[in-house]
């Protein structure tokens, strides 16, 4: 059975750093898309960054330069190390798995964990 | 960066109705186009793929469409269940969801 469960989210100040954490089990991290997604109390999905089974990452202009997403293979984990978080950053924030379509190689968000909180407040 | 705009962002319906919801790309995006629901509480779930592809154990009344750079989720006849809130996002060049549209009891 596949399963996504998110830890490290809570209250951190302006200009702080926070690392969350994504325990997979039942699949491959690093065989697959992973993503993080985040969304506001009460409010949108706004996708935060991937990692590619190839290695490669990218990061929605929000984040890009303050935050970054890894794996640890031999743990089967997903990471998103958050530094100069803002205010703006306050959100739940969701690991998801993508899959691919075949054969036309479109993906989609087929697993999400249950998120786990981050505040950003002084 | 690929913009989705979505509409309505809030639409009231009585059980049995057809719903439609739309979604606009910024930029041709083929067909790399979801749909998800979400309820409260809990994390999204994918109904269609691939802007017409229904998710395995999807109910039929679910179906999408698309025209250019836009998007339909069409709700063939409203279901109790299918009260909650609707998400497109595309995934041709990074990730990008639309603003949502929630789903009410008329």
């Known amino acids: 059975e596949v399963q996504l469960v998110e830890s490290g989210g809570g209250l951190v100040q302006p200009g702080g750093s926070l690392r969350l954490s994504c325990a997979a089990s039942g699949f491959t991290v690093s065989s697959n898309y992973m993503s993080w997604v985040r969304q506001t109390p009460g409010k949108g999905l706004e996708w935060v960054s991937i990692?590619?089974?190839?290695?490669?990452?990218y990061y929605a202009d929000s984040v890009k330069g303050r935050f970054t997403i890894s794996r640890d293979n031999s743990k089967n984990m997903l990471w998103l190390q958050m530094n100069s978080l803002k205010a703006e950053d306050t959100a739940l924030y969701y690991c998801?798995?993508?899959?691919?379509?075949?054969?036309?190689?479109?993906?989609?968000?087929?697993?999400w964990g249950q998120g786990t909180l981050v505040t950003v407040s002084s | 960066d690929i913009q989705m705009t979505q509409s309505p962002s809030s639409l009231s319906a009585s059980l049995g109705d057809r719903v439609t919801i739309t979604c606009r790309a910024s930029?041709?995006?083929?067909?790399?186009l979801n749909w998800y629901q979400q309820k409260p509480g809990t994390a999204p779930k994918v109904l269609i793929y691939?802007?017409?592809t229904l998710q395995t154990g999807v109910p039929s009344r679910f179906s999408g469409s698309a025209s250019g750079t836009d998007f339909t989720l069409t709700i063939s006849s409203l279901q109790p269940e299918d009260f909650a809130t609707y998400y497109c996002q595309q995934s041709y060049s990074g990730r990008t969801f639309g603003q949502g549209t929630k789903v009410e009891i008329k």
């Open positions: 930029q041709s995006i083929s067909s790399y």
């Open positions: 691939a802007a017409s």
């Open positions: 990692i590619y089974s190839g290695g490669s990452t």
């Open positions: 998801a798995r993508s899959i691919v379509a075949a054969p036309t190689n479109e993906d989609y968000f087929d697993y």
